[in-house]
């Protein structure tokens, strides 16, 4: 009777490799994830750039179509306190403003224009007096196309207005790309 106490079934306990295999697939499934995290790391960084970028186009139209387009000027004032003014005034030739390449705002121009860009500096907390930790700057730039010209001149306007945020490693998986939104107003 002793010796049938001591004798165990095949089926009981967990070995030392069944241990070793369920210890590799959790850290198998642990490394996955952390490709995972780092991606969505990189998502909600780039969206905060996007919404950032978009804000800023849209202060711009919104101060260009509060103006009298064509000859009126406006002035916005970023985050560290720097007033720019926001041109507005078209030419004879009925064009003005940043370079396009294509339909968009050609960001390899060195010198735009003065009065058609900005380098906006956003900060945390954005209380106009530069206390606040840089968050980033962000290169605003527009353009604005007169529509028809000569006797066929209207009081309409193409506007074209693009940011990207500065010295940000493109081609990276951080990267945003520019926002760029089109318009057409009028006074």
Request: with cysteine.
């Amino acid at each position: 009777m002793l010796k049938h106490k001591n004798l165990r079934s095949s089926q009981a306990g967990v070995t030392l490799i069944e241990t070793m295999m369920a210890g590799a697939i959790l850290v198998i499934g642990s490394l996955s994830m952390i490709g995972l995290i780092i991606n969505s790391i990189a998502t909600n960084n780039r969206n905060k750039i996007d919404s950032t970028q978009t804000m800023l186009t849209e202060s711009i139209l919104e101060q260009i179509n509060s103006t009298v387009i064509g000859s009126g000027s406006s002035d916005l004032k970023d985050c560290a306190g720097t007033t720019w003014t926001i041109n507005t005034t078209v030419p004879v030739s009925g064009t003005v403003g940043a370079a396009l390449n294509g339909a968009a705002i050609d960001f390899t121009e060195a010198s735009p224009p003065a009065g058609y860009y900005m380098n906006y500096v956003l900060t945390t907390p954005c209380n106009g007096d530069s206390t606040g930790k840089v968050q980033g700057t962000y290169d605003v730039r527009w353009h604005i196309d007169a529509v028809g010209s000569g006797a066929t001149a209207t009081s309409s306007y193409l506007l074209t207005v693009s940011a990207k945020l500065k010295n940000h490693g493109e081609g990276n998986m951080f990267f945003s790309l520019p926002v760029t939104l089109r318009v057409m107003s009028g006074n």
